[in-house]
């Protein structure tokens, strides 16, 4: 623990340091101060042992709340293919042995090799927990894989999937474009109506 912040009014304290999410939630949560667990707890990063994204972001809540009062938010996410039977899904960061994105998305590809069927979706559960109360709510992006990865952007499966509606893939978007379709978004914007609802 590394010391308390003054509490102000309209703060929440996020169960991650991923600069990328942190930033795609300030743009989501604009009314809310919105602070890294970093400045609370060093080297934040509970064992997501979950059975579900659900879980898995209870579980991060669940360790920030154990430092800290102010409302917390944590999240995870992941991909499914349908055709898979949903996997990666929650193993979606250590689906191959070296557990590199680029792995990750070969190993996915030779999965998919011979399948018809590549429909697929992104999940997002984010979870809220201020005082006494949890609220969870999970947002989902559409679309498919594809055989050959496309795009330098973003990251994780990014490459290869295409939402519907759209002939280019998460990786060939600008962030801002992807982040308005995102399953985080999704998931977020739930959130935000919670949070205007409580007016925290
Ligand atoms: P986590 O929510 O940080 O645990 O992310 C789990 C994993 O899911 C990431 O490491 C990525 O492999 C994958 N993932 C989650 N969201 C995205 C996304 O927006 N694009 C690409 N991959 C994602």
Known sequence: MIGKIPLKNRMIVVATNNEHKLREIREIL?????????????????EEIGN?????????????????????LADDSGLEVF????????YSSRY????????????LLNRLKGKKDKSARFVCCMTLIVGER???REGYVYGRIIDQPRGENGF???????????????AE???LEKNKLSHRR????????????LDV
């Open 30 to 46: 604009e009314r809310f101060e919105i602070l890294p667990a970093k400045e609370f707890v060093e080297d934040f990063n509970p």
């Open 52 to 72: 579900s994204f659900c879980e898995n972001a209870l579980i991060k809540a669940k360790e920030l709340k154990k430092y800290i009062e102010y409302p917390i």
């Open 83 to 90: 055709s898979l039977g949903g996997e990666p899904g929650i």
């Open 96 to 107: 191959s042995i070296e557990g590199t994105d680029q792995a990750n998305v070969e190993k």
């Open 134 to 136: 949890v609220i969870k």
């Open 156 to 170: 994780g499966y990014d490459p290869v999937f295409i939402p519907d509606g759209f002939k280019v893939t998460f």
């Open 173 to 175: 978007m600008i962030p």
């Open 186 to 197: 999704k998931a977020l914007e739930k959130i935000r109506i919670e949070l205007e609802a």
